[in-house]
């Protein structure tokens, strides 16, 4: 069974912190992973892919760890805007299968 | 960038009546889209997916024969729900892989549908 497990929040942080978001993967076999925004009531956005070697994106950080079947995402100097869902996403097709998504963790960034 | 529209983005319809949902790629072909749910609060689960030119690939649950896609062309995929009931109500949203060879998958905004 095809399974991405996250926190689902909420994360309530104050403006200008850092906040980190772990999830993990139960299908060793996957071979993508994303992590995707979505705002309320409104469709996923993708925030960026996440690569074995960890990339940076702005502010925004994401690592993977195949041994331990996990990926983070790391924001620094959140910002109001970064207020919504953060979808982890997992292809373990590599074909034409699918998205796995994660419940989503849920981030609140406070004044 | 990549933009995928759908249409409509809401339909409030009656019990036993037909939806149908179009999804269009904007800017570029997509040979595979893919259609999601979401319920309120649940993540987006997979329905199907869809080739142009032939048949779509259903998941384990979902009924084809209620659930109808049809992807006649490079830029548009339909989903039609067929006799529908209050609980199909939910977020439809599809998708479309950008090219082969990348699994990066971008969503038009979505449908909602209430059935009443």
């Known amino acids: 069974r095809k399974e991405v497990e996250q926190d689902p929040g909420p994360f309530n942080v104050p403006e200008g912190a850092t906040v980190a978001f772990n999830c993990t993967y139960s299908n060793s076999a996957s071979q993508s992973f994303f992590w995707y925004r979505q705002d309320c009531r409104k469709e996923p956005k993708l925030l960026m892919s996440v690569y074995s070697s960890g990339n940076e994106d702005g502010r925004f950080t994401a690592q993977l760890n195949r041994a331990s079947q996990y990926i983070s995402l790391l924001i620094r100097d959140s910002k109001l805007s970064d207020s919504a869902t953060y979808l982890c996403?997992?292809?373990?097709?590599?074909?034409?299968?699918?998205?796995?998504f994660g419940k989503g963790t849920h981030l609140i960034i406070q004044p | 960038g990549a933009v995928v529209s759908q249409h409509p983005s809401r339909v409030i319809c009656k019990s036993g009546t037909s939806v149908k949902i179009e999804c269009r790629s904007l800017d570029f072909q997509a040979t595979t889209m893919f259609w999601y749910r979401q319920f309120p609060k649940q993540s987006l689960m997979l329905m199907a997916t869809?080739?142009?030119?032939?048949?779509?690939?259903?998941e384990q649950g979902v009924e084809k024969d209620k659930f109808l896609i049809n992807h006649a062309s490079l830029t548009l995929s339909t989903l039609t729900v067929t006799s529908a009931h209050p609980e199909d109500s939910s977020f439809y949203i599809c998708?479309?892989?950008?090219?082969?060879?990348?699994?990066?998958?971008?969503f038009g905004p979505g449908t909602r549908l209430t059935v009443l």
């Open positions: 869809s080739n142009e030119g032939s048949k779509a690939t259903y």
């Open positions: 996403v997992v292809n373990s097709g590599g074909g034409a299968d699918g998205l796995t």
């Open positions: 998708s479309a892989r950008v090219r082969q060879g990348r699994d990066e998958q971008f």
